[in-house]
């Protein structure tokens, strides 16, 4: 009768790195994902700030809604603003990320987005921004070290 024991121990040693390895990628995949989601909040509650943000004087002449002049900026500052809670997880500051993003006002309706080629029917503020991600566990198997999050959020008055 052969023993074992001793395969079996240098089997654990030799697919424990591996198990780590596979069990921390799913644990940073996952992290990425939830990342993802409160960035994507972060610019939708942005281009809902920006388009929340009327022009007055022009709803009190026509009756109608109309954006800010401001609305670009609103929405970059926004943007800054609520990505300011997972700063620590990106790899530019909020400030940046809101600086580099490529937003547009669409202040006459209907509007076609030059960028994307969607057709706006009402005033609309969009926002196209590639967030970068920092993903440590990534970086050390050998993987990109940060991990870009494309974001396209809109919206309009009602």
């Not at 009768?1 to 921390?24: Q, Y």
């Not at 992290?31 to 281009?47: C, E, F, G, N, P």
């Not at 009190?60 to 620590?88: M, Q, T, W």
């Not at 920092?134 to 993987?143: D, E």
């Amino acid at each position: 009768m052969t023993d074992d024991r001793g395969s079996a121990a240098v089997m654990a040693v030799v697919m424990l790195p591996l198990l780590i390895a596979i069990v921390s990628g799913v644990v940073q995949l996952g992290a990425v994902r939830v990342l993802a989601a409160r960035i994507t909040s972060a610019a939708d509650l942005a281009t809902i700030a920006a388009v929340d943000d009327q022009d007055e004087s022009e709803l009190i002449r026509s009756g109608s809604l109309h954006l800010a002049p401001d609305a670009e900026a609103v929405a970059r500052a926004y943007f800054a603003l609520n990505l300011a809670p997972v700063a620590s997880f990106l790899d530019l500051p909020p400030d940046e990320i809101a600086a580099r993003a490529q937003v547009a006002a669409f202040s006459s309706a209907p509007a076609i987005d030059p960028l994307t080629g969607v057709r706006y029917e009402r005033p609309t503020v969009r926002v196209l921004a590639a967030v970068p991600v920092r993903t440590p566990v990534f970086g050390s198997l050998l993987f990109a070290p940060t991990f870009i999050v494309n974001v396209r959020a809109a919206s309009s008055p009602r």
